[in-house]
């Protein structure tokens, strides 16, 4: 015999623990949060919002342990539809990131709209400022474990585990390495050699 009981009380223990968790968030952050519907979100979970930030949050999204948002000024960051992160993501606006339904983030993914300007040897890295730019990641990307993205992501691309996304990253492209090189398109399934 079949015990559902047990079973469906610990689903609707664990979306009362979603919803704690999510509106703890919201009510800890000054920013605007706007959800289509309730996160999975485990335990820790950071988001550091400024008062004019703004999250945009799609259906079924999945935020596992250790994820860590910093929303700065006037940034907003959209995460599109049945987009999951793994372990110890990290998200860093300034401007707008925008990531698309359906994208897999590995474990210890950042993704940053900002890099700081380091030309002038005379004066401090953090008081020269930063360079920043939006970030667009497209709908069903995958990104390997501890990719870092600072630039473009097309749809249906795939971006190997370590790999530093410093260029745009072509639709359908699979690409890896320091800097991230396209090796491989999933549409035309031609190989480019580095």
């Given at each position: 015999?079949?015990?559902?009981?047990?079973?469906?009380?610990?689903?609707?223990?664990?979306?009362?623990?979603?919803?704690?968790?999510?509106?703890?968030?919201?009510?800890?952050?000054?920013?605007?949060?706007?959800?289509?519907?309730?996160?999975?979100?485990?335990?820790?979970?950071?988001?550091?919002?400024?008062?004019?930030?703004?999250?945009?949050?799609?259906?079924?999204?999945?935020?596992?342990?250790?994820?860590?948002?910093?929303?700065?000024?006037?940034?907003?960051?959209?995460?599109?539809?049945?987009?999951?992160?793994?372990?110890?993501?990290?998200?860093?606006?300034?401007?707008?990131?925008?990531?698309?339904?359906?994208?897999?983030?590995?474990?210890?993914?950042?993704?940053?709209?900002?890099?700081?300007?380091?030309?002038?040897?005379?004066?401090?890295?953090w008081h020269q400022g930063l360079e920043t730019r939006e970030?667009?990641?497209?709908?069903?990307?995958?990104?390997?474990?501890?990719?870092?993205?600072?630039?473009?992501?097309?749809?249906?691309?795939?971006?190997?585990?370590?790999?530093?996304?410093?260029?745009?990253?072509?639709?359908?492209?699979?690409?890896?390495?320091?800097?991230?090189?396209?090796?491989?398109?999933?549409?035309?399934?031609?190989?480019?050699?580095?």
């Amino acid at each position: 015999m079949l015990v559902v009981g047990p079973i469906l009380a610990r689903l609707r223990v664990g979306r009362a623990l979603d919803w704690w968790r999510f509106n703890y968030a919201r009510l800890r952050s000054p920013g605007r949060i706007v959800a289509l519907g309730l996160p999975h979100i485990d335990a820790p979970f950071r988001l550091r919002m400024s008062p004019d930030a703004t999250l945009i949050i799609g259906r079924n999204v999945r935020f596992r342990p250790g994820f860590s948002a910093d929303i700065e000024g006037h940034g907003v960051l959209q995460i599109g539809d049945n987009t999951a992160f793994n372990v110890s993501c990290w998200i860093g606006v300034t401007t707008r990131i925008t990531i698309g339904d359906n994208c897999l983030f590995g474990p210890f993914v950042s993704v940053t709209d900002g890099n700081h300007r380091f030309d002038d040897p005379g004066q401090l890295i953090w008081h020269q400022g930063l360079e920043t730019r939006e970030i667009d990641v497209g709908r069903n990307v995958w990104l390997g474990a501890k990719a870092t993205v600072i630039n473009d992501i097309g749809a249906d691309a795939v971006i190997g585990a370590n790999a530093v996304v410093t260029r745009p990253i072509a639709p359908g492209s699979v690409a890896s390495g320091v800097p991230a090189r396209i090796r491989r398109s999933l549409y035309t399934n031609t190989v480019t050699r580095p």
